[in-house]
């Protein structure tokens, strides 16, 4: 089992900055890759961004060059830093760990990014 508890939602206004961050715990150091996805209601979860383990990022278009994810050396917690805020970045933001044997996502409880004036 991985347990993923993530930190760091809020409300800002468009242009403004914040930084999500997901500890992971459990058995974290079987998982292959961590990321960010978002979802609004009535829409499907979008993968944001993903890291793995020795690789490079992986964005989604609309966030390049405004999102940055990080991973620490322990590569047990990452970070999503996201700069230049839209109001279309409006979401619960989850953090999720990949694993492959057996096949699995973890996923944490999420957290609310509003961003409006």
């Known amino acids: 089992q991985v347990q993923l508890v993530e930190s760091g939602g809020g409300l800002v206004q468009p242009g403004g900055s914040l930084k999500l961050s997901c500890l992971g715990s459990?058995?974290?150091?079987?998982?292959?890759?961590m990321g960010w996805y978002r979802q609004v209601p009535g829409k499907d979860r979008e993968r944001v961004a993903v890291i793995t383990r020795g690789g490079s990022p992986i964005y989604i278009d609309s966030v390049k060059g405004r999102f940055t994810i990080s991973i620490d050396d322990a590569k047990t917690t990452i970070a999503l830093q996201m700069n230049n805020l839209k109001p279309e970045d409006t979401a619960v933001y989850y953090c999720?760990?990949?694993?492959?044997?057996?096949?699995?996502?973890?996923w944490g409880q999420g957290t609310q990014v509003t961003v409006s004036s």
């Open positions: 459990g058995k974290i150091a079987s998982a292959y890759a």
């Open positions: 999720t760990a990949k694993v492959l044997d057996p096949p699995y996502d973890f």
